[in-house]
Nanobody
Framework: QVQLAESGGGLAQAGGSLRLSCATS????????LGWFRQAPGKGRGFVAR????????YYANSVKGRFTISRDNAKNTVLLQMNSLKPEDTAVYYC?????????????????WGQGTQVTVSS
């Protein structure tokens, strides 16, 4: 079992920045893939970015590529999402998740463990 806890959400103006953090605890494996997803009101949960447990492999949704950066802090067992050049359409609840089988998917159903989510609101 893996426990995940997101933090760092809040309110930002368009063009601004926020950094999300996801603390991981419990049983972990070098096969795990860590992902960030988001869900806006009335919409489904969508992929944002993912990173391998080692931190060497990353992948981004086209909508955030060049603006968001996912990274790992192995010493602190956290995964970070640095969000720059924020847009109002980035407004959503952001979730971190763990894919324990290392499928490297962008589909939410491939992820086994989820955090509780953190709200990000971007004003225009």
């Amino acid at each position: 079992q893996v426990q995940l806890a997101e933090s760092g959400g809040g309110l930002a103006q368009a063009g601004g920045s926020l950094r999300l953090s996801c603390a991981t605890s419990g049983r972990t494996s070098s096969n795990y893939v860590l992902g960030w997803f988001r869900q806006a009101p009335g919409k489904g949960r969508g992929f944002v970015a993912r990173i391998s447990w080692s931190g060497q492999s990353t992948y981004y949704a086209n909508s955030v590529k060049g603006r968001f950066t996912i990274s790992r802090d192995n010493a602190k067992n956290t995964v970070l999402l640095q969000m720059n050049s924020l847009k109002p359409e980035d407004t959503a609840v952001y979730y971190c998740a763990v894919d324990r089988w290392g499928v490297q998917s962008i589909v939410p159903s491939a992820y086994d463990y989820w955090g509780q989510g953190t709200q990000v609101t971007v004003s225009s």
